[in-house]
């Protein structure tokens, strides 16, 4: 695999590749710290919402409609998302604070039962 041969020329030591059919990626997500979307292009990341039910601090840049969601850490570039994150791991208060927040307005506002309320309202 290229990418794997890549990861070992260079003696990177900080990224995993995650195999997602021996790993349980929603055990990963629970013990993550924050969650951080590199992608430049998006619409909508799905990942937002998995790491909201899950009390997740979500850092991406701003795209796709990814800054409509106000409980996002939107970026304007690499230099500012790192700020961010260094923020996030020098005050772990607020993380833990983040993280009912989170997972509350999950419930609240995004999650299935609250979709399934708003499509009957729009179709029904």
Partial sequence: NKLKKYIKEKKITNVELVNSKFIDLNEEIKK??????TSITEVMPLSIFEAMEKGKIYLSYDVGSVAKIPEIIVNKDI??????????????????????????????????????????????
């Fill in 79 to 124: 230099k500012h998302m790192t700020l961010n994150l260094k923020s996030l791991l020098e005050n772990e208060s607020i993380v833990l604070n983040s993280s009912l927040n989170l997972q509350k307005n999950y419930y609240k506002k995004y999650s299935i039962l609250k979709i399934k309320e708003k499509l009957k309202v729009i179709f029904c």
């Fill in 32 to 37: 993550s710290y924050v969650i951080i979307n």
